[in-house]
C-alpha cells in the first residue's frame, strides 16, 4: 500500500484498502476556522440536537484567520458564534481572534501547535487543509456538512485515492524555493491533473527541504484538484514535532511494493524560477518568459507564502534596496510575525529590512489572499497587476474582478519589488 | 431530491472555481437566518467573467434578485459546464449558493472533488458527470430535462439526448438527501 492507503486502512480499521473503495475512517484532529465554522456549527445543532456535544474536545481545533482585520460586522458575528461555542462545550484549543492565543493562517497555526502528526488523520474546513500532509499524515479539506457529521461522530466516508508519485531529485539552487516545484509540477500536470487523487512527494531535493518548505509543496496539492499532498516523515519531521507536542505518533512510508497512478521526476537542478499567470495556477511561464511585465504591487504572505522561509528568502533580496512598487508583506502567523524581529540577516532584523525598503507590513491573517471585505489589507480594487506568493489567482481572488494576479516564489516576487516589473531573482542575488 | 428535473439550461465553460460560483467577500453571510441566506442566490456566480456568463453568448447573469421570479432568484434550473466545475476553495457555500438560487442540478465533465462532495453530502444538488463535452450541444436558455435515475439529458429544445454518467456509491446518499440521512439509515448515528 502507499502511504496515504496505509494511514486510511488503519483509520478504517482494516487491513488493507484499495483505490476506488469507499470506507468511513476515525478522525483524528478537526479544524475549522471563521468563514466555515460558524455554518458548520449550525449544522451540527440542528442534526445532533442544541444540546449535543461535540465528539471529543481534544480534537476539535479552531482557528479564526480570515476575517479579523475588518470592520464588516458580519466577520464580527460571525467570530462571536465561535466564541460562544468554545466557552458552551469547553474547547480546549480554540485560538481567538486579538487574544494571546491568536495565530493567525490554521494551516500554518496546525503546524507550530503541534496538531500535525505523522500517520494521522486531519480533517479541515478549509481546501487547503492539504498543507498539514507534509507532516506524513493523511489530511483533506472537506464543507460544513462533512465537518458537522464528523463533529458529532468523529467519521467522515473517503474514498480511497490513487497516488501519484513526484520525485524531486538533484540539489535546489538558491534561486529556487519549493513554490517554483510546485508551480512547474501543477503547469504540467494541470488543475485537474490530480482530481481524487494523493499526490505524494519524495526524492533527496524534497527532504533537503525544512517543514515550511515542505508545506508549500502539500498546500497546493488542492490547486492540482489532489485530494491530498502528503511527504512521508523523517527525521527533520520528528524534531518539529516533537519540539511542539508530546502526543503519540507513528512514521509510515509506501510499501517498497506499493502501486502507484504515476510517477513523475524532476532534476531540480536543471528547474528554472516559474510564475503561474492569471489566471489559473496551471497557467506555467518561466520568469524568463514574463520578465519585464509591468507590476502595481508586490504581495508576500498565506499560508503557501507567508512562511518564515519566505520572509527571509525576500529579505535577503529587498536588504539595502527600496521597492518600486506598493508591496505587502503579511506574517501567516503570529509566531511568523514574532520571529520578525528576532530573525536577522547581518544584524539587522528581518522586520526593518522590510520597513526599511519601504514594505507595507500587515497582521497575521488570511488578508487579500482570498480578497475578503473591502477594507481587508492589501486587497485589491481596480485593475492592479500583482505578482504574489499565495496559491490562487483565479479571477476576483484576490478581491477585484478585473485585477490579475501572477504567482511567484518569495525570491521571485521580492526581485520583481525592487523593479517594478516582473523580474529574475537570478538577476539580483548576488 | 427531485428524480427528474427539467428548465432552462445555463451553459458555462472549464474551471469555474468556487470563486466565481460566489465571491469570497460574500461568505460572512448567515446561511440559516432568511434575509441573509437569500443573498447567497442572488450572487449565485456572480464573478463568472461576463463573457462566460451564459454560453454562447455570454453577458447572462445566472441570478437576479431584483426580478421578480416568485423569490428564486435565478430561472435557471440546471448548469451545464465543462471540465473540473468548481474547483478552488472547499466552501460548501458555492453548492448552497447554487440551490439558493433555484438550480438543482450540475452537469458538467467533470468536478472538483470537494464541490462534489459539498453537493451531495449537504444535499444542496445532484453534480452529474458528462462522458462527453455537453456545453457546445446545448445553448443558455435551452428546456433541458434531467433524468437522475437513468442518467440522462434531454434537451427539448433540439430534441436530442444524451447519456450520462451514473452517480455510482455516491447515488445512496443522493437518494437519502444527505449524508446525515444516509448515517442514520446505516446507524451510525441514531435516528
Ligand atoms: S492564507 Fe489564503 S489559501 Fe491560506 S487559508 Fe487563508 S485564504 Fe486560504
Known amino acids: 500500500m502507499t502511504l496515504t492507503e496505509k494511514i486510511i486502512a488503519r483509520h478504517a480499521g482494516r487491513d488493507r484498502v484499495a483505490p476506488g473503495e469507499h470506507v468511513w475512517i476515525d478522525i483524528d484532529v478537526l479544524m475549522t476556522h471563521d468563514v466555515c465554522g460558524p455554518p458548520t456549527i449550525d449544522i451540527f445543532k440542528r442534526e445532533f440536537g442544541e444540546a449535543a456535544r461535540v465528539w471529543d474536545k481534544e480534537k476539535l481545533v479552531i482557528m479564526p484567520d480570515h476575517y479579523i482585520f475588518t470592520a464588516n460586522k458580519h466577520a464580527h458575528r460571525n467570530?462571536?458564534?465561535l466564541r460562544a461555542f468554545a466557552s458552551d462545550q469547553k474547547l480546549p484549543h480554540f485560538y481567538d481572534a486579538f487574544s494571546d492565543r491568536y495565530k493567525g493562517v490554521c494551516h500554518v497555526g496546525l503546524a507550530e501547535e503541534g496538531f500535525n502528526r505523522p500517520g494521522s488523520t486531519l480533517i479541515g474546513t478549509d481546501s487547503h487543509t492539504c498543507t498539514s500532509g507534509a507532516f506524513g499524515l493523511f489530511s483533506t479539506g472537506v464543507g460544513n456538512t462533512d465537518a458537522a457529521l464528523i463533529m458529532g461522530t468523529g467519521k467522515l466516508w473517503v474514498r480511497v485515492p490513487e497516488t501519484m508519485r513526484f520525485v524531486f531529485e538533484g540539489t535546489l539552487p538558491p534561486y529556487l524555493m519549493a513554490k517554483d516545484l510546485i508551480l512547474s509540477v501543477i503547469g504540467d500536470i494541470g488543475v485537474d491533473g490530480a482530481t481524487y487523487r494523493a499526490m505524494e512527494f519524495d526524492g533527496h531535493a524534497v527532504y533537503d527541504l525544512g517543514m515550511p518548505e515542505r508545506m508549500t509543496l502539500t498546500n497546493m496539492?488542492?490547486?492540482?484538484?489532489?485530494k491530498n499532498g502528503i511527504i512521508a516523515a523523517d527525521d527533520v519531521t520528528v524534531?518539529?514535532?516533537?519540539?511542539?507536542?508530546?502526543?503519540?505518533?507513528?512514521?509510515?512510508h509506501s510499501a517498497p511494493d506499493a502501486r502507484f497512478h504515476s510517477e513523475y521526476r524532476y532534476d531540480v537542478s536543471e528547474m528554472e524560477p516559474v510564475v503561474a499567470k492569471p489566471h489559473s495556477?496551471?497557467?506555467r511561464a518561466t520568469v524568463s518568459e514574463v520578465a519585464g511585465t509591468r507590476l502595481d504591487r508586490c504581495y508576500i504572505g498565506s499560508c503557501t507564502g507567508g512562511k518564515l522561509e519566505d520572509f527571509v528568502a525576500a529579505a535577503s533580496i529587498l536588504r539595502g534596496n527600496e521597492v518600486r512598487v506598493d508591496t505587502y508583506v503579511v506574517p501567516a502567523s503570529t509566531e511568523v510575525d514574532r520571529a520578525l524581529d528576532t530573525q536577522q540577516i547581518d544584524g539587522v532584523t528581518l522586520r526593518e529590512i522590510f520597513e526599511r525598503s519601504g514594505c507595507k507590513?500587515?497582521?497575521s491573517s488570511c488578508a487579500a489572499c482570498l480578497g475578503g471585505p473591502p477594507d481587508t489589507f492589501g486587497r485589491t480594487h481596480g485593475t492592479e497587476v500583482v505578482i504574489s506568493t499565495t496559491n490562487r489567482n483565479f479571477p476576483g481572488r484576490m478581491g477585484s474582478k478585473s485585477s490579475s494576479v501572477f504567482l511567484a516564489s518569495a525570491l521571485t516576487v521580492a526581485a520583481s519589488a525592487l523593479h517594478g516589473v516582473i523580474s529574475d531573482p537570478r538577476e539580483v542575488l548576488v | 431530491m427531485d428524480k427528474t428535473v427539467r428548465g432552462p439550461a445555463y451553459v458555462?465553460?472549464?474551471s469555474v472555481d468556487t470563486d466565481q460560483i460566489i465571491p469570497a467577500e460574500h461568505l460572512v453571510y448567515s446561511m440559516t437566518e432568511p434575509d441573509e441566506r437569500r443573498l447567497y442566490g442572488c450572487y449565485a456566480m456572480s464573478a463568472v467573467p461576463p463573457?462566460?456568463?451564459?454560453?454562447p453568448t455570454g453577458n447572462t447573469p445566472f441570478a437576479d434578485c431584483d426580478a421578480d421570479r416568485e423569490g428564486l432568484p435565478s430561472r435557471f434550473k440546471v448548469i451545464v459546464a465543462g471540465g473540473?466545475?468548481?474547483c478552488g476553495s472547499s466552501r460548501e457555500h458555492a453548492p448552497f449558493a447554487i440551490s439558493e438560487a433555484g438550480c438543482r442540478v450540475v452537469v458538467a465533465e467533470s468536478f472538483a472533488r470537494i464541490f462534489f462532495r459539498n453537493a451531495v453530502d449537504g444535499g444542496f444538488l445532484v453534480p452529474i458527470e458528462s462522458p462527453q463535452r455537453l456545453i457546445d450541444r446545448i445553448r443558455t436558455g435551452d428546456d433541458v430535462e434531467v433524468d437522475v435515475d437513468s442518467a440522462t439529458l434531454t434537451n427539448h429544445t433540439t430534441e436530442e439526448t444524451f447519456l450520462l454518467k451514473p452517480l455510482g456509491e455516491v447515488a445512496e446518499i443522493v437518494r437519502a438527501g444527505s449524508v446525515f440521512e444516509y448515517a442514520r439509515q446505516k446507524g451510525l448515528i441514531p435516528s
Do not use: C, S, W
Not at chain 1, 221 to 226: R, S, T
Not at chain 1, 239 to 252: G, H, N, P, Q, S
Not at chain 2, 51 to 55: R, V
Open chain 2, 12 to 14: 458555462v465553460g472549464d
Open chain 1, 361 to 363: 507590513i500587515g497582521q
Open chain 1, 79 to 81: 467570530l462571536e458564534v
Open chain 1, 221 to 226: 496539492a488542492i490547486e492540482a484538484g489532489g
Open chain 1, 281 to 283: 495556477p496551471d497557467n
Open chain 1, 239 to 252: 524534531a518539529y514535532v516533537k519540539e511542539r507536542t508530546d502526543a503519540a505518533f507513528e512514521v509510515l
Open chain 2, 51 to 55: 463573457a462566460g456568463q451564459g454560453l
Open chain 2, 84 to 86: 473540473n466545475f468548481g
